[in-house]
């Protein structure tokens, strides 16, 4: 039989734009991909359609090999009925079981070698969190699911590639996160995963300060010499290709980010900055350390353009083909 790529595509939040952008990657690029199948409500994919005037034929599939014989000429759905009927930029706490069953679907096949890999659509925390009050994203929950500690998340495009020491937290709280451990974890998972996903033989990383000019010496804060330094020494000592601290406000220069394969960045903001304002529509989400492959697109819900028509696809689609390369490249080939 012949090997397949096969991807799996959770639903997202039902009021936001996941729906939207889905469709479009179908529509715009099906046949730039290999197949995958969107784990949600068919009858909220086909309101979407009529809403935006798509001529996009819908099919339940329930065995996963079914979509490669039809992923040319249908739309193929998991079907994953949501309890209430989804309204665009109102999410309901009565559909987070639904989105949540989505990630758990996916995530389980893709473990279990059913389908590829896995790409996420953007969700509502705050939402899901009325469900499960540890929910703290898709990252951690997912390595929940999987029993895998200290996943990394990599944001990533053609421009710039950065990784957030500490991700959900409030900046209070991810400075208090922040230790040698942490940063050395970090740092080896990174250039583990830059070798096995990309290809980096020798991945060169640079590592960002916490405080204003990087401390000056401890003028500005002591988090650098306490605790970034002494980090980057031990690492140095595993025979990564290390450098740092560099001052944030200079990193992200465009020498930089031409000298190095990633930066390492202290907290969520930090990261996220920078990568949204230099390719926010070709950023992909890629999560390190788990035995599966998950991406997903760099932004959110957007509720407020949901069901307008307004949504770019082409975060989605660069994380699609991300996930599929990747799989292509680690033999995770569905027979």
Known sequence: MKKKIITGLTMGEPAGISAEISLKVWKNYRKKIDPFIFFGDPEHLKKTCSKLNFQIPIKIINNINECVEIFKDYFPVYNIKLSEKARYGSPSVNNAKEVLSSIKKVTKFANNKKISCIVTNPIEKNTLKKKIKSFDGHTYYIAKLLKTADPVMLLTSPKISVVPITQHLSL????????????????????????????????????????????????????????????????????????????????????????????????????????????????????????????????????????????????????????????????????
């Open 172 to 335: 209070k709280n991810a400075i208090k996160a922040i230790s040698k451990k942490k940063i050395i974890n970090t740092v080896e998972t990174t250039n583990k995963y830059l070798k096995i996903f990309f290809g980096k033989k020798y991945p060169k990383i640079a590592i960002a300060s916490l405080n204003p000019h990087g401390g000056e010496n401890g003028i500005f804060g002591n988090e650098e010499k306490k605790i970034i330094i002494p980090a980057i020494k031990k690492i140095k000592q595993k025979k990564i290709d290390v450098y740092g601290p560099f001052p944030a406000d200079t990193i992200f220069s465009k020498k930089h980010l031409l000298n190095f394969d990633v930066i390492i960045c202290m907290y969520h903001d930090q990261a996220t900055i920078p990568i949204k304002t230099l390719d926010f529509e070709n950023g992909v989400n890629v999560t390190l350390g788990l035995p599966i492959i998950r991406t997903s697109p760099d932004h959110g819900t957007a509720l407020d353009i949901a069901g307008c028509g307004k949504a770019s696809e082409k975060s989605l689609y660069a994380s699609i083909r991300m996930s599929q390369s990747i799989a292509r490249k680690r033999k995770f080939w569905i027979q």
